[in-house]
Nanobody, 119 residues
Framework: QVQLVESGGGLVQAGGSLRLSCAAS????????MGWFRQAPGKEREFVGS????????NYADSVKGRFTISKNNAKNTVYLQMNSLKPEDTAVYYC????????????WGQGTQVTASS
């Protein structure tokens, strides 16, 4: 059974940085894409970015391009979201998700971690 556990959220001043981690377990992930999503109060969950476990191809939402970077550590089965130049509008619960690259639906989700960027 796939398990995704996020960590690293917290409170930071606008302009600061945070790094989120997503520890994945339960299977081999070579055919998977891992994604980061976020949901702010009163808003729908939105895509932040993703990385293919094999090859490392990344994709980002326009709102975070140039500020956020997704990376992975194969030996630790962990995916990271480095967030720089944080803005108050980045405040949200951030979720890690996983899916087979060939499928459209994100099937596996973590519990979420709160990120707050104060002005």
């Amino acid at each position: 059974q796939v398990q995704l556990v996020e960590s690293g959220g917290g409170l930071v001043q606008a302009g600061g940085s945070l790094r989120l981690s997503c520890a994945a377990s339960g299977r081999t992930f070579s055919s998977y894409a891992m994604g980061w999503f976020r949901q702010a109060p009163g808003k729908e969950r939105e895509f932040v970015g993703s990385i293919n476990w094999s090859g490392g191809r990344t994709n980002y939402a326009d709102s975070v391009k140039g500020r956020f970077t997704i990376s992975k550590n194969n030996a630790k089965n962990t995916v990271y979201l480095q967030m720089n130049s944080l803005k108050p509008e980045d405040t949200a619960v951030y979720y890690c998700a996983g899916k087979l690259i060939a499928t459209p639906n994100w099937d596996h989700w973590g519990q979420g971690t709160q990120v707050t960027a104060s002005s």
